[in-house]
């Protein structure tokens, strides 16, 4: 299905998705890295409260709004004529590459959770690890959309 009345707001729409695109992955780097230092100070600490303030305001006022933007503009992108050549290789596997960054984007928001409530048990060694993940995920992503290998 495409929407032929897309067609001359095109640059307009790409532009947006990256702008969004840009403010998701900030936060999507920024949030772990809180997590890290979080695990370093003691539940119930003023400095646990502190990042417990952070984590919220970051994914709540930034990664998801960003996120929603992310994927409404590149559905419309999608349904934009003449965009989207579905048996490309390239744009399955940025598709799955984001779907995965959307099901991590989950995972961290359940992992504020943890923290939120005191019960996080993981390592700073952990989010240290998940940290590198999202920066991965964006890699492969550019590559596949711009490169078109
Ligand atoms: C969330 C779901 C997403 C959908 C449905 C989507 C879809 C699309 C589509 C259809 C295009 C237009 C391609 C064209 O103009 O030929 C596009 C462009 C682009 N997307 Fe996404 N995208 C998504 C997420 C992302 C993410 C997470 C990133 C980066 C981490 C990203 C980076 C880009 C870039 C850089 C472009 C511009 C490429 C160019 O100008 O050639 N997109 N996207």
């Known amino acids: 299905m495409v929407i032929s009345a897309l067609t001359p707001f095109y640059p307009w729409i790409k532009a947006f998705h990256v702008i969004s695109v840009i403010a998701w992955m900030s936060g999507m780097f920024y949030l772990p890295r809180l997590y890290v230092y979080h695990c370093e100070v003691?539940?119930?600490?003023?400095?646990?409260e502190r990042f417990k303030v952070m984590e919220r305001r970051l994914l709540r006022a930034i990664i998801n709004p960003a996120m929603i933007?992310?994927?409404?503009?590149?559905?419309?992108l999608v349904l934009?004529?003449?965009v989207i050549d579905w048996s490309?290789?390239?744009?399955?596997?940025?598709?799955?590459?984001?779907i995965l960054m959307s099901?991590?984007?989950?995972?961290?928001s359940r992992w504020r959770r943890d923290f939120l409530n005191d019960r996080n048990r993981r390592s700073a060694r952990f989010y240290r690890i998940a940290n590198e993940i999202p920066t991965v995920l964006m890699i492969v992503i550019v590559i596949m959309v711009i490169v078109r290998p």
Do not use: M, N
Not at 88 to 98: C, N
């Open 42 to 48: 003691r539940p119930g600490s003023a400095e646990s």
């Open 80 to 82: 934009t004529p003449g």
């Open 103 to 108: 099901v991590l984007h989950g995972e961290f």
């Open 88 to 98: 490309a290789g390239w744009w399955h596997v940025k598709l799955a590459a984001v």
């Open 69 to 76: 933007s992310t994927w409404t503009f590149g559905i419309l």
